[in-house]
Structures are given as C-alpha cells and as structure tokens.
C-alpha cells in the first residue's frame, strides 16, 4: 500500500536518511518491471494499518504467480515505532511468512530498527 515506507526504508538503508516527505513512487501497473529478474523482494506493510497487511497477501500472490520461481521474499512490517497503536500482531505476520516460506522482520525506518537486519536476511 502506498504510505507504508517502501522507499523510507530503501533510503534508510542505502543513504541511513530518513525524510519525512517522501513522495509516493511505485504503481501497482509497473511492479512488474521492478521485480521481473529479482533476486529477493522485500514486501512491505505499515504494521499500524491491518488493510496492508491484506494488501501485502495480495502482492505476494502475484509475485508467486508472475515472478521469478526461486525468488527470495522478505517480509518487513515498518512503523515497529508505532507500537502502541499496532493492529497488526507480530504472531501473525510471522505464522503468514512461515506459510510462505518467508522471512519476516519488524522495522522502522524513521528510527532505524532493523533495517540492517533485514537486507542482511535476505
């Protein structure tokens, strides 16, 4: 979903920057073209707004069905700063990535938790 922090954390970790006016990037329509040939994916969910959860089942299925076969998929649920108003429970996400063969990494990229972790996991 847009808002969750895809290039908030992507900064993070390549500039250890964080910018509170990002702009919105990516577009469902070109999401191919960014994961045709990947690697690794990391799918991204704001951890205070259970509808990216759902939306982040959703984009898993398609990079199952249209991407790379031995792709690897990376999990991240950002804003673990914002604990206090979470909706959705870490047990979840990680019982949804264990069903897909994911890893899964709560992070922040405002506060720099996890980022690391989480390209060092992949």
Known sequence: DTG????????RFVQDH???????????SLAPMYYRG???AVI?????KQDSFH???????????HGPERIVVAIAGNKCDLSDIREVPLKDA?????????????TSAK?????????QGI
Request: glycine share 4%; charged share 25%; with cysteine.
């Open 4 to 11: 969750v922090g895809k290039s908030s954390i992507v900064c």
């Open 18 to 28: 964080f910018d509170h006016n990002i702009s919105p990037t990516i577009f469902h």
């Open 38 to 40: 990947s690697a690794a």
């Open 44 to 48: 991204v969910y704001d951890i205070t």
């Open 55 to 65: 939306t982040l089942k959703k984009w898993v299925k398609e990079l199952k069905e």
């Open 94 to 106: 990680k019982e949804y990535a264990e069903s897909i063969g994911a890893i899964v990494v709560e």
């Open 111 to 119: 506060n720099a938790i996890n980022i690391e972790e989480l390209f």
